[in-house]
């Protein structure tokens, strides 16, 4: 049976993630806390890592305690972590982000939504450990945890062959009902990929041929069952979801039983 394994929110955009042993769904499908907060330069733009290569420098261990919301920072060259309260100490953090990246910048926050880059499907991304195995053989040197950290999916799914998230997505105007414990998601599309995987996520240093060889592989690894409408291009890898607002509230847990319900249309 297929089941949950992990969980991973990412509390500020492009930083670093946090792994938790449960997840509360929001009315908008998003997972409470996943991208809750982002960075953005004076022009409104994201300061992310598709922009900003040097984001992937930072390192960030997040805590919260019964609301209080802080962020552990490791800046390069700096000796010791600098702590922010995330309530009450944003300015200092912004202060110091600024200063790291050179201009001015702001953070924002959405309890409600988060900052998803699909904003009509900001439900948790999917994909399953055994897919992470895979993509990781392709490139030499590259671990399943660090291909975990270059594609920055919510859940992980294990139990299953390689892929197998891909039966998540059908014809362009349908949905795949995916029930994991008591939570029903609907699967979209295959999530496109941008810039980030081809970084390391701890120098972004940019692995060679990354996309050519990712795309080629990726091509030649799609199960046959699989609606090819959704790849215009073959550097998608993971799958975008949705959830109705009756799932607003209820809880993802580790270990959690998962099954694709049929014929929701």
């Not at 992980?156 to 349908?174: M, N, T, Y």
């Not at 993971?238 to 694709?260: A, P, W, Y």
Request: hydrophobic share 40%; charged share 20%; glycine share 6%.
């Amino acid at each position: 049976m297929p089941y949950l394994a992990k969980i991973v929110i990412y509390p500020i955009k492009s930083l670093d993630g946090v792994e938790v042993a449960q997840a509360e769904v929001l009315s908008s499908g998003a997972l409470k806390g996943d991208r809750e907060f982002a960075l953005f330069d004076v022009q409104g733009k994201f300061v992310n890592g598709k922009r900003h290569p040097k984001i992937h420098l930072l390192r960030s261990r997040y805590q919260n305690t019964s609301g209080d919301q802080t962020i552990s920072l490791k800046i390069p060259h700096q000796d010791s972590p600098l702590v922010f309260n995330l309530n009450t100490e944003r300015e200092k953090l912004t202060a110091a982000l600024s200063d790291f990246f050179g201009f001015s910048l702001t953070i924002a926050q959405n309890s409600l939504m988060g900052f998803p880059d699909d904003t009509d499907s900001p439900g948790p991304t999917v994909i399953s450990t055994a897919t992470l195995t895979e993509v990781a053989s392709w490139f030499p040197g590259v671990t399943v945890d660090e291909m975990r950290r270059r594609i920055r999916a919510n859940i992980e799914i294990a139990g299953v062959p390689a892929f197998w998230e891909d039966h998540l997505f059908s014809e362009p105007d349908q949905l795949v009902a995916l029930r994991v414990g008591n939570v029903q998601f609907f699967g979209v599309n295959p999530c496109q990929r941008c810039v980030v995987p081809t970084r390391n996520p701890d120098s972004a240093a940019v692995y060679p041929s990354f996309q050519k060889i990712f795309i080629q592989q990726r091509q030649a690894t799609l199960p046959d069952s699989v609606n090819l409408s959704h790849f215009n291009h073959f550097y998608r890898l993971s799958v975008n979801t949705r959830v109705h607002i009756s799932e607003s509230g209820k809880i993802l847990q580790i270990g959690d039983e998962i099954e694709i319900i049929p014929d929701i249309n």
